[in-house]
């Protein structure tokens, strides 16, 4: 069972209280781009066997949207972070890195660090 910190309101809550959205920090098109880029956009997604960056929301507490970086094998949760945020902290990827040191950055629709 994951444990989940909303950082908007603070509250530690079991995944229960939470609801996936998916990938994060993903690169929305709008109107006049090409159907290959709106094609992208709404059907692939990064699906990796290690670290992944999330959308959960807050569904039975504050309501609010928040990122999560964790490890898809291990479920480790590195850390949470509010969802107006582009990329991830560098807290957050200095974590990562100290407990998987051959971790390479590959943040979507931010490329690599």
Sequence with gaps: MLMLTCPCCGVTGEETEFT?????HLKRYGPGTSDLDFEAYLFLRDNPKGVHFERWRHTYGCGKWF?????TMTLEIFGTYEAHVTTPPQEILAKIK??????????PGGGSE
């Design 98 to 107: 100290s407990r998987r040191p051959d971790w390479i950055a590959r943040i």
């Design 20 to 24: 996936n959205g998916g990938e994060a």
């Design 67 to 71: 990122h999560v970086a964790r490890c």
